[in-house]
């Protein structure tokens, strides 16, 4: 009789603990298992597809968004828009229906760029459209006028060092993507302070214009002099560019009211969906609710934080509550470096084991193509898995590089990460310029996006066991 118990035992032990099967084919075996476990979840993904994309739902996003920044306008880190965008997501967020709604305060920058202007004086007068840049010093009430120094790299710029003290240094570098060309906007005053230049403006980075300046965040160091710098639409950057190359002398006025005030309390805004089976554990979607002071911010972030939305708006529509917490973050000051999402990941990190995994999505809301990830071979081959269940809209790809600026400190502790990679080959024209409204958004793609993030985020929320890590 013992003996019989023994065989039966035997055989109901799991079969991967046995030492017959390698490390390897016991992994096969368990993966063999998960991708059944989400092929379990097609019809799932097709509800939420075809609410998302031709159901009720459809189009709502857009229309949540429009009313939104048509509401409040552009949203500068410390600003009064803001805080009146933040109140405004707190009551809507409420009124969903959603739960845990609540605001997390945060210290972060405030300053306003003030009244500013550059005219050229010589060859000619001209009026050239400028946008100051995050951070900046703004110049003496009358101005600087000063000579202009073209130069199209830092190496040139230290070449010409004996040139550009006393002058206003001009950046005509070209744009050769974003991830490149982002470091003359960030350090372009630093090397030109470091050179004894008394200002700098930068050509935008962006590799099409209409006259159109692109401002961002720059960034000061303690031992080099503090200059006022902004950057430049394309056009005028490259008209002086030609006029410096055939011995022109080129003379500038700049004016900059810009001003940095103390640090102000602002506060991430949080909405849940509690989950019914491990509700310690958390599946993060996010999108940042601040902008750039120009615009309507509705491409950068309004639409990533509004499809994040969305997704639990799916899926309460639909009686759905995923086995994690669904929760939604929508990060406050991220365009000054990510300094709300920093402040939310001290404060929680102490639980970093339960959370799943961050995603975020800030890079637009165009065509989706799918999503980028970081994280464990193993915990990317689940993510190819799930992402098959995006073939009715095609957009199943999953790439490289899955931390955005809100969500890196998480990916870097080894939480997987993962953000919406869409068609992005018209972000930079409308990129923190005065052309980010929604006449940029299209809500059939919007429609899309949301689908994307609401099937990713509710099966990994709802899968039995956690992304490995």
């Not at 309004?302 to 973050?329: C, M, N, Q």
């Not at 989706?368 to 190819?384: E, N, Q, V």
């Amino acid at each position: 009789m013992k003996f019989l118990f023994l065989i039966v035992f035997i055989h109901l032990l799991p079969q991967c603990t046995g030492k017959p099967l390698s490390q390897d084919d016991c992994y096969q075996h368990a993966f063999e298992e998960i991708k059944r476990e989400i092929a379990g979840y097609s019809n799932i993904a097709k509800a939420i597809i075809n609410l998302a994309v031709y159901g009720n739902a459809q189009n709502r996003s857009y229309e949540r968004l429009a009313r939104f920044v048509d509401t409040v306008g552009p949203r500068l880190s410390g600003s009064k828009n803001l805080e009146m965008a933040i109140k405004y997501m707190f009551s809507v967020l409420q009124e969903d229906g959603l739960e845990n709604v609540q605001l997390e305060p945060v210290k972060v920058p405030h300053w306003e760029r003030g009244e500013e202007s550059a005219m050229m004086l010589a060859p000619r007068n001209h009026s050239i459209a400028i946008l100051g840049l995050g951070s900046s010093i703004a110049t003496p009430p009358e101005g600087i006028t000063a000579e202009v120094l073209v130069v199209t790299s830092f190496d040139e710029l230290h070449k010409k060092a004996q040139d550009a003290k006393g002058k206003i240094v001009v950046y005509n570098q070209p744009f050769v993507n974003y991830e490149e060309t982002v470091k003359y906007r960030l350090q372009g005053a630093v090397e030109a302070g470091k050179v004894g230049a008394v200002a700098s403006l930068i050509r935008s980075i962006t590799s099409f214009s209409i006259n159109s300046p692109h401002t961002g965040w720059q960034q000061y160091q303690s031992n080099v002099p503090k200059i006022p710098t902004a950057c430049i639409s394309v056009e005028d950057a490259e008209m002086m560019a030609r006029m410096s190359s055939r011995g022109t002398r080129i003379v500038v006025t700049l004016k900059m009211g810009a001003r940095t005030y103390p640090d102000t309390v602002s506060f991430n805004t949080v909405a849940e969906i509690v989950g019914s089976k491990y509700p310690e554990q958390v599946v993060l979607v996010s999108g940042h609710l601040d902008s750039w002071d120009v615009g309507q911010g509705a491409m950068d972030d309004g639409g990533g934080a509004f499809i994040s939305w969305e997704a639990l708006s799916l899926i309460k529509d639909l009686g759905l509550r995923p086995k994690r917490t669904l929760r939604l973050v929508l990060w406050t000051a991220e365009e000054p470096g990510g300094v709300g999402a920093e402040q939310y990941y001290q404060l929680h990190k102490g639980k970093i084991s339960n959370f799943d995994i961050v995603m975020e999505s800030d890079s637009g809301t165009f065509m989706p193509m799918g999503l980028a990830f970081t994280g464990s071979d193993k915990a990317r081959a689940i993510l190819t898995e799930i992402m098959q269940l995006l073939q009715p809209i095609n957009a199943t790809n999953l790439y490289e590089n899955g931390g955005e600026t809100d969500t890196v400190y998480w990916v870097r502790d080894g939480v997987p990460g993962a953000s919406l990679r869409d068609d992005i080959s018209k972000y930079f024209w409308f990129h923190h310029t005065q052309g980010d409204t929604m006449t940029v958004q299209d809500p059939s793609q919007m429609n899309l996006c949301a689908a994307v993030w609401t099937v990713v985020s509710y099966v990994i929320a709802d899968m039995e066991e956690m992304l490995p890590r």
